[in-house]
């Protein structure tokens, strides 16, 4: 693979002071496709830098574009690994399915992600709580007007050191129910991780912030009755000592900690129901007293307490406002295999070197 060294190192940032997505590493990974070229050209490492497109790139216009978002850490040895890389790629060739975009060798995007987050070690801090932040993302680069697919597409990775999503940390969020605008619905493009998606949700979510909320809890695009996820999360709760979560039906992304929590709540015995979800439900649990804790999952964050939910004129604090033991287990065991802290029962740690 080609690599193209920077002239000069960038000065990092404070790493006890890092935010999320705020500063990106010296080097970034490109890759272009051109169907009438036979498809892609091998990967290359060059210097971060600005972008040039045309004016009538298509993706400017009409909105063809993915992304994923992942992470590398540093063990107590100094080892980089990463957490699930090959199903975030897994999960981009869905995408690029549904969005009528070239497909990704997977392998050989992730033998040159992995010399890239080499190369950039030391852009990875160690403190608890942080990590290297890796974000694939892909765009239409052809340029013309016209509704139809590109047949040329630019793939990129970014490397990005961060430390908590949210600014409290681990102190439980707070969530509005979003009753009047919808984000997806069957049939659209919801499970799909593509920019529309999120460009959709965020007037709602600045009206949640005007009234103190952190994020926006979705209901379904149909009937506006069911729970659904939330914006950088998928959602759970825990209800009468049973785990419950939106079943995978199209219109809601695929979490890969999601997923990750899943498979360590049912080794750890605890029950868990993948199924719709009615914002009833909700309500009448917690007037009953049986709405024992609510967390979100997602990369950025990985577990994210909830403390207080509310929808309409209800507002419900869960738990006291305090973070849940199941909450608590599910933070500590699945960053725990993260860092390599905790043994990796699963497979899922890659190691970089």
């Known amino acids: 693979m080609k690599v193209t060294l920077v002239k000069e190192r960038k000065q990092k940032p404070d790493f006890s002071k890092l935010g999320f997505g705020k500063y990106f590493t010296d080097h970034m990974l490109v890759m272009e496709y051109d169907a009438s070229k036979g498809g892609w050209d091998e990967p290359e490492i060059i210097p971060f830098d600005d972008f040039k497109i045309s004016p009538a790139c298509c993706s400017l216009h009409y909105g063809q574009g993915i992304f994923e978002g992942l992470k590398a850490y540093k063990n107590a040895d100094g080892k980089i690994t ?148 939330v914006g950088s999360m998928n959602m759970f709760f825990v209800i009468d000592g049973v785990v419950v979560t939106a079943e995978l039906d199209g219109s809601i992304l695929r979490g890969i900690t999601r997923d990750s929590a899943i498979q360590v709540l049912k080794k750890k015995g605890i029950k868990v129901e993948e199924r719709v979800v009615p914002i009833a ?25 909830v403390g207080t939910i509310t929808y309409k004129n209800v507002t419900m604090e869960i738990n006291g406002g305090k973070m849940g033991k199941i909450t608590e287990m599910l933070y500590d065991e699945i960053t725990g295999i993260q860092t390599q802290r905790l043994p990796d029962p699963f497979g899922w740690v890659y190691h970089v070197n």
């Open 82 to 229: 990463m957490f699930r890389p090959r199903d975030n790629f897994i999960r981009m060739n869905r995408s690029a399915e549904r969005l009528c975009m070239a497909k990704v060798d997977i392998d050989v995007v992730l033998k040159a992600l992995s010399e890239l987050v080499e190369l950039e070690k030391d852009w990875i801090p160690t403190a608890p709580g942080t990590s290297l932040y890796i974000r694939p993302f892909m765009f239409g680069s052809e340029a013309f007007l016209g509704v139809h697919p590109s047949k040329k597409f630019l793939f990129a990775i970014i490397l990005s050191p961060v430390g908590s999503y949210y600014e409290h940390g681990l102190q439980p969020t707070k969530l509005i129910v979003e009753d009047v605008y919808t984000r997806a619905s069957q049939g659209g493009t919801g499970e799909a991780k593509c920019m529309g998606n999120y460009a959709c949700s965020l007037l709602a979510g600045e009206v949640a912030h005007e009234k103190g909320y952190d994020q926006v809890l979705w209901l379904d695009g149909e009937t506006k009755s069911n729970v659904t996820e």
């Open 281 to 305: 439900e909700i309500v009448s649990a917690y007037n009953n007293g049986k709405l024992d804790e609510a967390f979100g999952t997602g990369t950025a964050a990985v577990i994210s307490p």
